[in-house]
């Protein structure tokens, strides 16, 4: 089954797209990767969702906007990729997450925007959405979803065994009996924020701000004192806190602050709190991922820190770094294409088991699903 991943994250840039051939051996699930990529949003689509993002005021004609045009540029990434690789069979599309409401540690509700009907009406195919709701009313945090695909391909490897996603918001997944999994805080959140206000420019390149400067010791105690490094998981966290004007908060009482100090002082702010969150539950080994791994600064700090845990890239187990999170929504397609629950109740929170998302049947002709599997595959490997 050919699965396209369809995915945009925290940092609200780009639309991650992975096409996937699945086949099941045995008790394995066999992917073999045969497309990626990496699609800017349009310049005036990313502004709108800049501008409705917390704390900013929104409205419902916003909203509608939203969906239809995150939607259509779902769907054109789509097109551009059978166009490059073939046609698919199921499209799984996270779509873009607006609104994470989370009270008192619970997830309440959950929202993503992009309309499935576009990349069906496009492509002639069913297609997977709103995959994080069913875990959320079964009482879980609707995230990290991707702790399904982590627990796959790691499992087995000699332990305990993490795998650290640097996004917006760093996750984690900790590869043991029973495994756990939750966002450790900003990754990239803050860093990014910071560096266009004071740059213009969406990310500090390869750190180079954050490396000219020295950390600010009073930021940095302001900023570890966050309560929810402190909250235990399963948990999650997004743009609801970690925003601009969160920032601005903190730093309106260091007037004095250079703009590399400040950079500098949240470089140590992530790599500290994801060293926190390692050494606690004694990972030896430690697969990265996202954005925050191409950054050298960031990763040099993580691991002065971490002098005896072994780091390596998700590309060591032949999922590439950039892709991982669109490649982990493949996966969840064919989970629920077959009728697997895709959720793991250790890691999220939830009562038990759920099938995740709902499917949009093809423009044209009978919505047709694969046999449901009855046993769930109990490892996964790329590579052919």
């Known amino acids: 089954m050919r699965v396209l991943g369809l995915s945009s994250g925290t940092s609200h840039d780009a639309i991650d797209v992975a096409l996937v051939d699945f086949r099941l051996d045995g008790e394995t699930l066999v992917g073999r990767l045969e497309h990626v990529d990496h699609v800017p949003y349009p310049e005036d689509l990313r502004a709108q969702i800049v501008a409705a993002l917390p704390p900013h005021p929104t409205d419902l004609g916003a909203v509608c906007r939203l969906d239809t045009g995150i939607g259509q540029a779902f769907a054109a990434a789509a097109w551009q990729a059978v166009q490059a690789a073939g046609p698919v069979d199921l499209v799984c599309s996270h779509g873009q997450t607006l609104f994470h409401w989370t009270e008192d540690g619970r997830v309440l509700g959950t929202l993503q925007l992009g309309q499935p009907a576009w990349i069906a009406e496009r492509l002639g195919v069913p297609v997977v959405s709103d995959v994080r709701a ?9 995230a990290p979803l991707v702790s399904l695909l982590d627990l796959l391909l790691l499992r ?8 650290l996603n640097l996004g917006g918001i760093a996750n984690l997944t900790v590869v043991a009996d029973p495994p756990v999994a939750f966002d450790v805080g900003p ?4 860093l ?11 990310y500090d390149r390869d750190g180079r701000l954050a490396a000219a400067g020295l950390v600010h010791p009073g930021l940095l105690a302001a900023l570890m004192a966050e309560p929810y490094y402190t909250r235990r998981p399963p948990k999650t966290t997004g743009k609801e806190l970690f925003h601009d004007a969160y920032l601005a908060a903190h730093i309106e ?4 602050l250079t703009p590399e100090d400040l950079m500098s002082t949240l470089a140590t702010l992530t790599a500290m709190t994801v060293v926190d969150a390692v050494r606690s539950h004694a990972i030896v080994t430690l697969a990265v991922s996202g954005g925050g791994a191409e950054n050298p600064e960031l990763m040099k700090r993580i691991a002065k820190r971490l002098p005896d845990v072994h780091l390596v890239r998700s590309d060591a187990y032949k999922v590439p770094s950039d892709a991982k999170e669109a490649i982990a929504f493949a996966l969840v397609g064919w989970f629920t294409a077959h009728g697997l629950p895709g959720t793991i109740p250790a890691c999220t929170g939830a009562a038990s088991e759920r099938v995740l998302g709902r499917i949009s049947p093809p423009a ?11 046993k769930a595959p109990r490892a996964v490997r790329f590579g052919g």
């Open 364 to 374: 044209r002709g009978a919505l047709a699903l694969p046999e449901a599997v009855e």
């Open 192 to 202: 990014d924020a910071a560096c266009r206000q004071l740059t213009g420019k969406p």
């Open 253 to 256: 009482a260091f007037p004095d």
């Open 134 to 142: 069913a875990d959320v009313a079964a009482g879980g945090q609707g």
């Open 187 to 190: 990754a990239n959140a803050l």
């Open 156 to 163: 087995g490897l000699p332990g305990p065994v993490g795998a």
